[in-house]
């Protein structure tokens, strides 16, 4: 990752270099399978701005917001709750290392084709350098708005994301059209939540419930901890049954796109989006 970086102060330049080696090497010395691992860091300043530079694994698989938008924005709620249910468990990690994640958003999380399972790609470091920007993100609460951010700012922006994946409408989007209206940012997330939406949606109640409390304005009002939201989750998922097989009289499985066309998966998805879109073109016409 690059990250652009300038300032008016004439220590700028030693004060981000010291805050972004920090804060790389705390990212550095975590482990958990949902966190891409950073490999280097270094920055370029000068006295007038430069860049920043973050080496990070890459993850094969598109990233969340891709995955939303190539299933025609919604997923299939098992496997919705399944990936908040990850980044949940991610998010009870970070919290007991003392880190706010902050930044719950589709795009910063890529979907590992070899696990299956969402993967952290982005830390929030262009956020840190440019603060205000989440005044207009719909998946920010008010309180990181004015600077108050906390663990249970992160509970808010996973219900954000469980209702994006389920098929609500883009938080981003419904946001800035509050805006729009003539809201500030503090009315403007009042009405956000709860969305019409969810009624069109036909959300089984225990979901509901969970987006009720995890996207309330006020945090009090929200889980009290990354924890007890993930147990709620669990509970509206319910228990995962394993299917054994029923011997000659089940039907055989459907052999995967990618392996028809002579590749696995982590192949097919390191390739671009139109380029697979092509290829299944091309063996749709053959029949």
């Keep these: 990752h690059q990250y652009p970086a300038e300032w008016s ?139 108050r951010t906390e663990p249970r700012s992160d509970l808010y922006a996973l219900g954000v994301l469980l209702h994006a994946l389920l098929g609500g409408a883009d938080p981003d989007h419904a946001l800035a059209r509050l805006r729009r209206q003539g809201l500030d940012a503090q009315r403007a997330r009042h009405a956000l939540f709860p969305a019409k939406s969810w009624a069109a949606l036909s959300l089984p109640p225990a979901i509901t419930a969970v987006l009720t409390r995890a996207t309330a304005f006020g945090v009090q009002d929200r889980y009290p901890s990354a924890a007890a939201m993930l147990e709620a989750l669990r509970a509206a998922r319910g228990p995962v049954v394993e299917v054994e097989s029923v011997g000659t009289e089940r039907e055989p499985e459907a052999m995967a796109p990618w392996t028809q066309l002579g590749f696995d998966r982590v192949a097919w998805f390191a390739l671009p989006a139109a380029t697979r879109n092509q290829k299944l073109l091309q063996l749709a016409a053959k029949g």
Aim: aromatic share 10%; hydrophobic share 45%; glycine share 12%.
């Design 9 to 147: 102060d004439p220590d700028g330049a030693a004060e981000i270099g010291a805050w972004f080696a920090a804060a790389a090497t705390r990212w550095a010395n975590l482990s958990h399978p949902c966190i891409a691992p950073v490999r280097d860091h270094w920055s370029v300043l000068d006295d007038e701005g430069g860049a920043l530079y973050l080496v990070v694994d890459q993850v094969p698989g598109l990233s969340l917001a891709e995955e939303l938008l190539e299933a025609g924005g919604r997923l299939r709620g098992p496997r919705a709750l399944d990936w908040i249910i990850a980044i949940g468990e991610l998010l009870v990690y970070l919290h007991g290392q003392g880190l706010t994640l902050g930044q719950v958003r589709p795009a910063h999380f890529v979907l590992d084709a070899r696990i299956d399972g969402p993967v952290l790609v982005e830390f929030g470091f262009g956020q840190a350098l440019s603060p205000t920007a989440g005044d207009h993100w719909g998946y920010v609460p008010f309180e990181q708005v004015i600077g």
